[in-house]
């Protein structure tokens, strides 16, 4: 069964993307902790991150500081702070999370609410850098 990342990946659920090449995508949670929340997710359905083979893993984490450096010249932070959890959707992904304390990563905290035009325009700024 396709997770709803394998559908963003086919296209049948849209996203708002910010980079992507033949390996990878990177996009908007749609539930984010803060302003310029990214995701990136290989475009193999893979559940683990720790199962994926190394040399695309390698790649997975340069495409990440990529993304990274975009996110942090949208949004001016102290750091981009990254995690991978890996309960919430059975396909391998990092978090990417523009961050100024240890406190703006924390998942248990209320998510920002943002309208399809706001998001639109957080992937515009991120994806134009």
């Known amino acids: 069964m396709a997770t709803i990342f394998s559908k963003i990946i086919n296209g049948e659920i849209p996203c708002y993307k910010v980079a992507e090449n033949n390996d990878f995508i990177a996009f908007l949670d749609i539930q984010p902790l803060a302003k310029g929340h990214v995701l990136v997710i290989p475009k193999i359905e893979i559940d683990y991150i720790f199962d994926i083979e190394d040399d695309l893993l390698g790649k997975m984490m340069i495409f990440s500081k990529e993304v990274a450096h975009k996110i942090k010249l949208a949004f001016p932070c102290?750091?981009?702070?990254?995690?991978?959890?890996?309960?919430?959707?059975?396909?391998?992904?990092?978090?990417?999370?523009?961050?100024?304390?240890?406190?703006?990563?924390?998942?248990?905290?209320?998510?920002?609410?943002?309208?399809?035009?706001?998001?639109?325009?957080?992937?515009?700024?991120?994806?134009?850098?």
């Open 78 to 129: 102290q750091k981009v702070g990254v995690t991978v959890i890996g309960l919430e959707v059975p396909h391998a992904h990092i978090h990417l999370i523009p961050i100024n304390s240890l406190s703006d990563m924390n998942f248990s905290s209320p998510k920002l609410n943002l309208d399809s035009d706001e998001l639109f325009s957080i992937a515009e700024r991120i994806s134009e850098q």
